[in-house]
């Protein structure tokens, strides 16, 4: 067997087993770009400067609750190699989309029962939505720079299921200071100007 098909298998899902995706709660969400290129901007005084591929996703990201109507876009910060934001996900679909925290924070998991988890991507769910997200940037990103089939996003991206009022606001604080801290940030990559 080849390394590369290996590999392949070896994978692991970082998601929450038997967690249900779909239902109504915030998720802090971070997007890395592959191989953690700066390729949206540069951080200058403490601020994002966006350059064309970080317009695109900027443009992008206040998109998604046209096409995901069950899906509010509460914070959205763009790295010059990341973006994070919290997509608060509500059973009611076609809601006007809104910053405050919402009302009702994430608190219900599946148990141990044996309930059976739908397989292949589920329609609405939080991964249906990264996955169109990256999907579409990725096509105008690679559009423009005529090369198509090149990678933009990292694989995976990293997801927290948001569980009360105090991890909101600390993670709201964190993504709104992100940009002034970006010396010190995990994702840093200094700047080639």
């Known amino acids: 067997m080849s390394t590369l098909h290996s590999q ?5 899902s970082i998601r929450l087993q038997g967690y249900d995706y779909t239902q ?7 997007i890395i770009t592959y ?6 901007g540069q951080i200058e005084n403490g601020q994002i400067n966006l350059n064309l591929f970080g317009k695109i996703v900027q ?3 206040t998109q998604i ?3 995901f109507p069950n899906a509010v876009i509460d914070q959205f910060c763009i790295m010059p190699n990341h973006i994070h934001g919290i997509i608060h996900l509500s059973e009611k679909t076609n809601q006007t989309p809104t910053r405050q925290i919402p009302k009702k924070i994430i608190q219900k998991h599946y148990d141990n029962e044996n309930i059976p988890l739908p397989t292949g991507t589920t329609p609405n769910s939080l991964n249906a939505i990264i996955q169109n997200f990256k999907s579409v940037t990725t096509r105008k ?7 198509h089939g090149e990678r933009v996003w990292h694989r995976n991206y990293w997801e927290q299921v948001i569980q009360d009022e105090k991890s909101y606001l600390n993670i709201a ?10 010396n010190a940030d995990q994702y840093y990559r200094k700047q080639i100007p």
């Not at 604080?173 to 801290?181: K, R």
């Open 35 to 40: 191989q953690r290129t700066n390729i949206f």
């Open 8 to 12: 392949h298998f070896d994978r692991r």
């Open 24 to 30: 109504e709660g915030c998720y802090f969400v971070t």
């Open 59 to 61: 443009h992008h990201g």
């Open 173 to 182: 604080d964190y993504i709104q200071n992100n940009s002034i801290q970006w």
């Open 141 to 147: 990103i690679n559009g423009i720079r005529h090369l």
């Open 65 to 67: 609750p046209l096409h």
